[in-house]
């Protein structure tokens, strides 16, 4: 693999990324969403998705599950594939960062070395990790997928919060405490930060 590297060499088309960026009327960056399942991850970046849309702006969500149907769908839940899962759409979303996209991801991502990689990946000045927080008790009260259930029955190995670890973000960019506070009020909150940090001039965002 290394000797057929040597052969391969990156092109680089007319239009350059601060063109795109500049046609958006905005940056793009990567939002990572962080945080147990049934923490509201995936709720959040839908309603974020959509209102950035409405205002204008190009923006798309890399949900976890969904992102396992195609691209991951041959990868385990093993340590190792979680691993990998986490560096494939890293580096796709890295791709949509040089197409001018705001990208927001909704992904246990559970390993703090997992999410050091994704920074290194996509680059410090782009990279904004959010802490989605929420007590495993309420998580397993919400239990929309019923995983939880079926993690305690021992039917799902290397479940996170159950028999896999969660190592909670040290210093993430913003917190979301969905156990405190209603998904749609967290939801204008990463709008509001993801529109200062995209230097977002819609209309709802001047309002």
Sequence with gaps: MSGSKKNI???????ARLDREQLNRHRSAVFWLTGLSGSGKSTIAHK??????????????????NVRHGLCSDLS????????????IAEVAKL????????ICAFISPLEKDREQVREIVGEQDFYEIHVTCPLSVCEERDVKGYYKLAREGK???????????ETPENPDLVLNTDNVPLPDSARELFDFI???????????SE
């Design 9 to 15: 060499k990156k092109f680089r088309g007319e239009v």
């Design 48 to 65: 974020v998705e959509k209102n950035l849309f409405d205002s204008g702006r190009r923006a798309y969500v890399f949900d976890g599950d």
């Design 77 to 88: 839940f093993s340590p190792t594939a979680r691993t990998e899962n986490v560096r494939r």
């Design 96 to 103: 949509f960062v040089e197409n001018g996209t705001i990208c």
């Design 156 to 166: 799902i190995k290397n479940y996170t919060g159950i028999s896999a670890p969660y």
């Design 195 to 205: 529109c200062e940090k995209t230097f977002c001039s819609c209309k709802e965002c």
